[in-house]
């Protein structure tokens, strides 16, 4: 499995971005695609997470109401819509697959190359 996340760029406070994660090889390997983010000096943290079927949707708690996970099935890709962004916020973003049979936010087993995100102030 393949994954190419495109979509970061410099933003200001209170602006948007879309990520998009396009998925390639055995994707049906993948049950559930996930966003990922590591800020500079922190450790990398979970965003959010979406099913490739029935589409529930999992959300940490800092981008509630902000962020919104969605996929194209027909076009494997993977979306990340961020409105209202902050200065924390700023992170490399990456996107990940996970494998059927697992649900613990920490069992991704498919990663992307990540793209950088920042806010300002």
């Known amino acids: 499995v393949q994954l190419q996340a495109s979509g970061g760029g410099l933003v200001q406070a209170g602006g948007s971005l879309r990520l998009s994660c396009a998925v390639s090889g055995r994707t049906f390997s993948t049950d559930t695609m996930g966003w990922f983010r590591q800020a500079p000096g922190n450790e990398r943290e979970f965003v959010a997470a979406?099913?490739?079927?029935?589409?529930?949707?999992d959300y940490a708690d800092s981008v509630k109401g902000r962020f919104t996970i969605s996929r194209d099935i027909a076009k494997s890709t993977v979306f990340l819509q961020m409105n209202s962004l902050k200065p924390e916020d700023t992170a490399v973003y990456y996107c990940a697959g996970r494998s059927y049979g697992y649900n613990s936010r920490a069992d991704y087993h498919y990663w992307g190359q990540g793209t950088l995100v920042t806010v300002s102030s």
């Open positions: 979406v099913r490739w079927t029935g589409a529930s949707t």
